[in-house]
């Protein structure tokens, strides 16, 4: 459907003879594709084989049957063309026109582009997709308004980063305080996305606004994977909630510990997958968020205390190679561990010698007070 949207763009010659067809008052199917599959079923019309250009398009629309475009909307092949899709493939729509194009759609991986004259609508038909045009001054405004809400959520974003990495030095992370970073981070992606379909239909008039966004969402991808590593509690690794007998007998609930070894990429493809699919008021329930995380099991509390594995930190260092920041998680087993070691300590670790583990302790103090003056400034 991208590749369909982005040959309609404003600014194409496609999307200029399609309007020049919706100003005349007329409607047109169009077939974006030549190959044996649409002439398997196109009968009728006549071989036109000329360049594309607006003003064909609309003078062509005067009849009644299908164009036939090339692969790439450069030439027009056939004009006048009678459609036959099988009948038995299932439609949604009413029209003789629409229902035509959804079924040539649905039976051959082709574009199909319907104007409709009634309706003053174009409409684009890919495999089992459907995508109804904007104009172009409704879909600039819808994104202007998305980016302005994007803004907002990455503001709760990085404010929550900054927050998490104050309490992780700290040693008072809790449940509540790790998925306040994940929800603002799910809910910019989603909304990203939406844009990003809504700049391919822009197209070209679309590059700025695709620069801000890219700038928006710059950066939370790999965070938000290394949260989610410091924090997934593998089912065998997971301790029972608040009043389930794990208190140390003062009414205090220790933190949860890093489960034992990493989490490899695929279970954080998996938590975060197990995200995607809530709905948004699931996302902002922070106990439903955490168990399709599995960050906690779901009678967990908000304020459970969790414990880091370090990850996230470690990677802010500069100049750090990602083997030894996994060399020293695996070796320590938490982020104050850590942070508690000496430098003597740090050396232990394969492949850290006396220098990186200088730089391990000088980098994380100066993270630490950083961090500290960052939140409270």
């Given at each position: ?52 250009s ?28 009678h ?21 040539v759609?649905?039976?051959i ?45 990455r ?9 998490l ?18 929800q ?6 989603r ?9 391919v ?44 007998g ?35 008021d ?27 594995r ?18 020293i998680v ?25 220098a ?22």
């Amino acid at each position: 459907m991208a590749e369909a949207l982005a040959l309609v763009a404003p600014g194409q010659p496609l999307r200029d003879g399609l309007e020049r067809v919706l100003q005349a008052n007329r409607g047109a199917l169009l077939v974006v594709g030549d190959g044996p599959d649409v002439l398997s079923i196109s009968t009728g019309g006549f071989l036109f084989d000329a360049e594309f250009s607006p003003q064909r398009l609309s003078e062509l629309a005067k009849m009644d049957g299908a164009i036939i475009l090339s692969s790439d909307a450069s030439r027009i092949a056939r004009a006048n063309v009678h459609l036959t899709p099988d009948a038995s493939i299932p439609t949604t729509e009413t029209g003789t026109r629409h229902r035509t194009s959804e079924r040539v759609a649905r039976s051959i991986d082709v574009p199909v582009v319907s104007v409709s004259a009634a309706m003053g609508l174009i409409t684009v038909y890919r495999n089992a997709a459907k995508h109804v045009l904007q104009p172009e001054r409704r879909l600039h405004e819808r994104v202007s308004q998305a980016l302005q809400t994007l803004q907002r959520f990455r503001q709760r974003f990085d404010l929550a980063v900054t927050a998490l990495s104050a309490l992780e030095i700290a040693d008072t992370v809790t449940l509540r305080d790790v998925v306040a970073v994940l929800q603002p981070a799910e809910l910019l992606l989603r909304i990203a996305e939406e844009v990003r379909v809504d700049l391919v239909e822009l197209g070209d008039d679309g590059r700025l606004l695709a620069l801000q966004l890219s700038e928006v969402t710059e950066g939370i991808e790999p965070v938000r994977r290394l949260v989610v590593r410091d924090y997934l509690q593998p089912s065998e690794g997971q301790r029972p909630g608040p009043g389930e007998g794990d208190g140390d007998g003062n009414g205090q609930v220790p933190p949860v510990p890093p489960a034992a070894g990493d989490v490899s990429p695929p279970q954080i493809d998996v938590a975060l997958a197990s995200l995607s699919r809530l709905s948004t008021d699931d996302v902002l329930d922070v106990r439903r968020a955490a168990h399709a995380l599995g960050l906690a099991p779901a009678a967990t509390e908000p304020d459970r205390p969790l414990e880091p594995r370090g990850y996230r930190l470690l990677h802010r260092l500069p100049r750090f190679p990602d083997v030894l920041v996994d060399r020293i998680v695996d070796h320590f087993a938490g982020l104050q561990n850590i942070m508690g070691s000496s430098v003597r300590d740090l050396e232990e670790v394969e492949g850290v010698g006396e220098a990186r583990a200088r730089s391990v302790k000088d980098g994380l103090a100066r993270l630490a007070e950083a961090t500290i003056l960052d939140r409270y400034s």
